[in-house]
């Protein structure tokens, strides 16, 4: 059963055993409406990275090979971590219409195409996954809201995934400058999806909104606030939010509560 599959790749320690068991899952055997009892071991990840706090992972210049390589790394861990947050919103919730698994579905096989090209960048570089220290932000606001699908999707896919949508034109351009082709075209396909999976948090938020009969504002207002939520910094990437789908309303409510980077 796909939950089940997805559960299972959720489990799965080795990143190449993950990705090959993200290209296994098969949508056509899907159960809406079983609550599966949360087993010990998730997320399934290696021993390494060793994963550190926020401020513990040193910010080393691009312009130096081992800093580019840090610099791919942190990346690779995002998507390693990505793959786990597709899969665990499969398996963890239950009772959603059969287009939403299958969306999650597709985000997880964007994620593990992301790792592995990202991954494969790192070796060309002389380095693997696990090499450098990583942090836990992303994992962290899983485990935060794991009891309520609403904070999920306005936290996850549209709060950190959509930063990514912010920070990825940056990374591109540092990249492509010192000299990284590959690692800016890489990150250009990267930018690519990830509109499709800050737009598949969007139409699903917005449905449980309506359903439920909640402002989509006030209540990503509320849920930020009740889930710690990191303040959000500008400068935003207005253009590839509008095509995720936020709303004008909601860019304009972004805007006013950002906090400037000036
Ligand atoms: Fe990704
Ligand atoms: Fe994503």
Redo the contacts with the bound molecule.
């Keep these: 059963m796909m939950r089940q599959q997805a559960l299972a790749a959720l489990l799965c320690t080795c990143a190449a055993d993950k990705v090959a068991a993200v290209a296994k899952i098969n949508p056509t055997q899907l159960d809406t409406s079983s609550s599966l009892a949360e087993p010990a071991g998730i997320p399934g990840r290696p021993d390494r990275p060793e994963l550190v706090g926020p401020f513990q992972v040193r910010q080393r210049s691009v312009n130096s090979a081992v800093g580019r390589a840090a610099l791919i790394h942190s990346l690779v861990h995002?998507?390693f971590n990505?793959i786990n947050l597709a899969l665990d919103i499969i398996w963890r919730f239950e009772g959603m219409p059969q287009a939403f698994y299958l969306d999650w579905v597709q985000v997880a096989r964007?994620?593990a195409y992301?790792?592995s090209l990202l991954a494969d960048h790192l070796k060309s570089m002389g380095f693997a996954y696990g090499d450098f220290p990583a942090h836990d932000g992303l994992w962290d606001m899983a485990r935060r809201t794991s009891s309520d699908l609403l904070a999920r999707l306005a936290l996850v896919p549209r709060t950190l995934?959509a930063r990514?949508l912010d920070a990825s034109p940056a990374i591109r351009d540092k990249l492509r400058a010192a000299g990284d082709v590959r690692g800016a075209e890489i990150l250009e396909i990267?930018l690519r999806?990830?509109i499709g999976?800050v737009a598949i948090g969007n139409k699903w938020y917005g449905q449980l909104c309506t359903e439920r009969g909640l402002d989509p504002i006030a209540q990503y207002r509320a849920l930020a606030r009740q889930y710690r939520a990191p303040r959000q910094r500008g400068p935003f990437n207005l253009e590839a939010r509008r095509e995720a789908g936020f709303s004008p309303a909601e860019l304009e409510a972004l805007q006013e509560e950002a906090v400037n980077p000036d």
Aim: glycine residues 8%; hydrophobic residues 30%; aromatic residues 8%.
């Design positions: 995002i998507e990505a964007e994620e992301h790792f995934e990514g990267i999806d990830e999976h």
